[in-house]
């Protein structure tokens, strides 16, 4: 056996584990440059919880939403501090693409939204966990095309550091002022 094999990944399509230390556990609020803010907290190392504070799903609310984060290896900024970047698809259909700078305070987001979501985005505004059935049933009947790809370039304004899995970091019943 060679040593590529004895140390790449047991699925051909994942990517070698990460450094994740400067992401995981950060709470952020950050507001795209067409005026979208969005609280995200990053729960652990493949989780994260959400709330859209504005924009056409304002109030939609995400629990343990399941997500691909990596760091980069190669694109880092002349002071040293690490890019990562977050992946995932929504029970919606949508899939949403981020690259953090924390220390830029920076996020760079490309959402592709389906069909759908685009000529009703109300359906999606609710705390999603409790409507996954409803959801699905949005999503299969779509339409899912055409898909709409948004890339948005938007600017950290509270970053925190908080202790992984807290399921209070963004709650329903305590909701962190809009700043």
């Not at 709330?51 to 990596?70: C, D, E, F, L, N």
């Amino acid at each position: 056996m060679s040593v590529e094999a004895a140390t790449a990944p047991a699925d051909p399509f994942e990517e070698p584990v990460s450094d994740l230390s400067g992401l995981l556990g950060k709470h952020i609020m950050y507001t795209y440059t067409n005026g979208w803010s969005y609280e995200l907290y990053y729960k652990n190392s493949e989780t994260i919880d959400y709330h859209v504070r504005s924009g056409p799903i304002q109030g939609r609310m995400v629990k343990g939403q399941k997500a691909t984060i990596k760091r980069f290896k190669t694109a880092r900024r002349s002071h040293g501090s690490p890019v990562y970047m977050v992946s995932w698809v929504e029970p919606t259909g949508t899939c949403v693409t981020q690259v953090l700078n924390v220390h830029d305070l920076e996020v760079n987001t490309t959402i592709f939204f389906p069909d759908w979501v685009m000529k009703e985005p109300q359906k999606t505004v609710c705390f999603l966990n409790d409507h996954l059935d409803e959801i699905h049933g949005y999503r299969n009947r779509g339409p899912t095309y055409p898909i709409h790809p948004k890339v948005m370039f938007g600017k950290m304004f509270f970053v925190e550091d908080c202790p992984l899995n807290d399921e209070n970091i963004i709650n329903l019943h305590t909701p962190t002022p809009m700043r």
